[in-house]
Structure formats: structure tokens, C-alpha cells
């Protein structure tokens, strides 16, 4: 069975852009000069990287592909069911202390917490996931507390 993977539009469309980009690159090897295996007696190293490139990029098509199979959208939920965290929310809330945080849930593909995106899949993902304004989440691996002061799908 393959996995869902959870991707907003914008991502949907990088992955198919870099997909096309992967495709040409290797049609276009394929039909360039192939270095020869031997130079002289011995192994021509222009060969092995040819190759090394190749399988890269034949290996990172495969994934784009087992993607573009088996992706599902984020969509915003409808307006009555927005008052729950779900894919796609903005979440901002406090750890405890007086400073809020904000991170949108996304998909594992997505997820960078340094650009303020974490995953449906991460521990405080998967705690979120679910609440309303008010709940407080108890995370055991950071021993901390999080209450969700406000949930935006502005930018699903």
C-alpha cells in the first residue's frame, strides 16, 4: 500500500516542475555521448560519475513520481469546521512561557520548522491535530505545555 502524501498546490507544483526539469536531464543523457567505459586500458572516471549522476537522478524521479501518484491536496475545511486544527491550520500558541509561536501543519514533504512548518506526522503535529482555541497539549518528550491561542486557515 503506498503512502499519502499531504502537499498544498504550491508544493504540487514544484514537485512537478523539478519532475519535468529530472525527465529532460535524463532523455537528454540518454541521447548525449555516454562516455566509454575504458580509456586506454583503464577505467575512464568521466564514466562513473555519468553514471553516479544518472542513477541520482533516476533515483530522485522515482520518488517524484511515487509522489505525483499519491498526493492529496490541503484544502481549507469548511467554515464550521475551522475551529479545529487540521492540515493546512496556522496554529498560534504558547509553550508556557509569555512568548507565542505560530507553525502551520503540513505534510511531511513540507515540513521545515525553520520556516515555520511543521508536520501532520511530528509529535506536536500529531497533538495538535484535533484542537480547539483553549486546549492545552502535553507533550512528555519536552515535558511542556502548549495552549492553542488562535487557529487561521488564511493560507491553506
Known amino acids: 500500500m503506498a503512502n499519502t502524501y499531504y502537499i498544498t498546490?504550491?508544493?504540487?507544483?514544484?514537485?512537478?516542475?523539478?519532475?519535468?526539469?529530472?525527465?529532460?536531464?535524463l532523455q537528454e543523457e540518454?541521447?548525449?555521448?555516454?562516455p566509454n567505459f575504458l580509456e586506454s586500458n583503464d577505467p575512464n572516471p568521466d564514466f562513473y560519475l555519468f553514471e553516479q549522476n544518472?542513477?541520482?537522478?533516476?533515483?530522485r524521479a522515482e520518488v517524484l513520481e511515487n509522489i505525483l501518484k499519491n498526493y492529496t491536496i490541503i484544502k481549507t475545511p469548511p467554515k464550521e469546521n475551522?475551529?479545529?486544527?487540521?492540515?493546512?491550520?496556522?496554529?498560534?500558541?504558547?509553550?508556557?512561557?509569555?512568548q507565542q509561536e505560530e507553525y502551520?501543519?503540513?505534510g511531511t514533504i513540507e515540513a521545515n520548522p525553520f520556516e515555520g512548518k511543521i508536520s501532520n506526522e511530528s509529535p506536536i503535529g500529531m497533538a495538535?491535530?484535533?484542537?480547539?482555541?483553549?486546549?492545552?497539549?502535553?507533550?512528555?518528550?519536552n515535558k511542556k505545555n502548549y495552549k492553542i491561542l488562535k487557529i487561521d486557515y488564511k493560507d491553506a
Open 9 to 25: 498546490k504550491e508544493k504540487l507544483e514544484q514537485i512537478k516542475k523539478e519532475y519535468e526539469a529530472i525527465k529532460k536531464t
Open 82 to 98: 475551522q475551529d479545529k486544527v487540521q492540515l493546512g491550520a496556522r496554529v498560534i500558541f504558547t509553550n508556557g512561557s509569555a
Open 104 to 106: 502551520k501543519i503540513v
Open 30 to 34: 540518454i541521447a548525449g555521448d555516454v
Open 54 to 59: 544518472f542513477e541520482d537522478l533516476s533515483s
Open 128 to 141: 495538535f491535530l484535533g484542537k480547539k482555541v483553549g486546549d492545552t497539549i502535553s507533550l512528555p518528550i
